[in-house]
């Protein structure tokens, strides 16, 4: 599965619309990009995925460039509840289906 | 989103002794969970993906006497530390794949705290 590379870290005032980016300039045309988030000491929660199209559901939204070598998670208003790691994964959508967690962005959302 | 749950949410055991961890997948059937361990301020490592009625498939470096997995039915998968000693502490989630209608995905579980003293 391809690498991705997130800002360590990033702040955003709450209210604010929080917009994480992630690049994954070796995706392949099979691989899905998935943002999952962990609040502290919980298991991680699903937040969205897209292949080439943009995505939005009830939680965010998902832009995807149009080489698909990057892409940006936006919370739309973002709360206090939102500070969590948030960590952008490519995976192939059949196989052995593991993911594969780096680092991810620690989201900080401020009063 | 489907629901999984993890029991015990943290447990603290006497070095030496075994301890169980179970994970549901409580509105959907799991043809596949996953185990993965955290340790403090790391990210989450894989160890072993669970298949319903085959064994389970282990990451390189875990050890599958000391990590045993038993994936008995589509919606319980449980995870036996053995002989468990301080090294073993950490945070254990695991997560259940859900081929529904939005989609391949997996959903983890709340974790578990293990701890050995």
């Known amino acids: 599965d391809a690498k991705t590379t997130q800002p360590p870290s990033m702040d955003c005032a709450e209210g604010r619309a929080a917009n994480l980016p992630c690049n994954h300039s070796?995706?392949?045309?099979?691989?899905?990009v998935y943002w999952y988030r962990q609040i502290h000491s919980q298991g991680p929660q699903y937040i969205i995925h897209?292949?080439?199209n943009n995505e939005t559901n009830e939680m965010a939204s998902l832009i995807i460039t149009e080489d698909r070598k990057s892409s940006t998670l936006i919370l739309p208003h973002a709360t206090l509840r939102d500070t969590a790691v948030y960590y952008c994964?490519?995976?192939?959508?059949?196989?052995?289906?593991?993911?594969?967690f780096g680092q991810g962005t620690r989201l900080t959302i401020n009063p | 989103g489907a629901v999984v749950s993890q029991h015990p949410s943290w447990v603290i055991c006497k070095s030496g002794t075994s301890v169980k961890i179970e994970c549901r997948s409580l509105?959907?059937?799991?043809?596949?969970m996953f185990w993965y361990r955290q340790f403090p301020k790391q990210s989450l490592m894989l160890m072993a993906t669970?298949?319903?009625?085959?064994?389970?498939?282990?990451e390189q470096g875990v050890e599958k006497d000391k990590f045993l997995i038993n994936h008995a039915s589509l919606t319980l998968s449980t995870l036996t530390v053995t002989s468990a000693h301080p090294e073993d502490s950490s945070f254990y989630i695991c997560?259940?794949?859900?081929?529904?209608?939005?989609?391949?995905?997996?959903?983890f579980g709340p974790g578990t705290r293990l701890t050995v003293l």
């Open positions: 997560s259940a794949r859900d081929k529904g209608l939005a989609g391949d995905t997996q959903y």
């Open positions: 509105d959907f059937q799991a043809t596949t």
């Open positions: 070796t995706i392949s045309g099979n691989e899905y």
């Open positions: 994964i490519v995976r192939v959508d059949e196989g052995a289906q593991k993911l594969v």
């Open positions: 897209g292949l080439k």
């Open positions: 669970s298949n319903e009625g085959s064994k389970a498939t282990y």
